[in-house]
């Protein structure tokens, strides 16, 4: 079939699927179909002009799953985009971004949050923006799991970014909401074991001031400092508002008092 037949798009992309590719680059449509440049890149326009493909980065594409034509690839599936545009770097699907694919968050995020080992020059995946948050590769594997065709922080390690980092998911309302959320799925010692790998004593002393305070089972009580506390420190850093209440446990000044984060999370 001539590469400019109208049908030659939707003839590559079930040749795709059919070889369990659902992402891909523009130098391997190339070398299938062993023609130049300009026209595998002419090809590749036509498609997603059609809506049976969509380019999450330059040179990088997904194929559009059947009944969402026309709708971005990460709107519908962030780990096919995620795992597309980054697959040769250690990654994962993180922060608000992460809270959101595990049903922990009421309003979906417009931008994707990806921890990775290092930048990259792409700024949006399938026209949402991307934010990447640099980190070791030692942290980077701490409750790291497979998603898809990608990877994500587990529900411990998405918790945790969420309390060491509050503003990066939209602030300390959405840190106890989505606790609230989670908690009956959670396990202390799993949580206690990722802080020490990570070394955030900070993160988990707001999650166990917000456990203890909200009363949520099975972790209020169970959580313990990791290291001594030798100071207060903020429920929500950088900001600054005024202190509302502190809790003398857990050493943490909270901006607001217990009674509006219930109200916040419906507790």
Do not use: C
């Not at 523009?26 to 062993?34: M, S």
């Not at 991307?130 to 590769?137: A, C, D, G, Q």
């Amino acid at each position: 079939m001539h590469i400019d037949s109208p049908q030659r798009g939707l003839a590559l992309a079930n040749e795709l699927v059919a070889d369990g590719r659902s992402a891909f680059t523009f130098d391997e449509v190339e070398k299938r179909l062993g023609k130049s440049k300009t026209a595998t890149a002419n090809l590749l326009k036509r498609m997603e002009r059609t809506g049976l493909i969509d380019r999450v980065r330059r040179g990088h594409y997904v194929v559009r799953q059947l009944g969402v034509l026309g709708t971005p690839a990460a709107a519908e599936d962030v780990a096919l985009s995620v795992g597309a545009a980054l697959p040769s770097m250690l990654h994962r699907i993180a922060y608000r971004s992460a809270l959101h694919e595990h049903d922990l968050l009421v309003h979906p995020p417009r931008s994707i949050q990806v921890a990775a080992e290092r930048r990259i020059r792409t700024k949006t995946l399938s026209d949402r923006p991307l934010r990447v948050v640099i980190e070791s590769p030692e942290k980077l594997e701490v409750g790291r799991v497979p998603w898809g065709a990608s990877y994500i922080s587990d529900r411990h390690r998405a918790i945790l970014d969420a309390a060491q980092r509050p503003r990066l998911v939209g602030g300390v309302e959405v840190l106890a909401e989505a606790l609230a959320t989670a908690a009956h799925e959670l396990n202390a010692e799993i949580l206690m074991d990722h802080a020490r790998r990570l070394g955030w004593a900070a993160a988990l002393r707001r999650l166990g001031s917000l456990a203890d305070a909200q009363a949520l089972k099975p972790l209020q009580g169970a959580l313990q400092p990791i290291r001594p506390m030798t100071a207060d420190l903020d429920l929500e850093p950088g900001t600054d508002e005024p202190t509302v209440w502190r809790d003398s446990r857990w050493r943490v000044r909270w901006p607001r008092s217990v009674d509006e984060l219930l109200a916040v999370t419906g507790q």
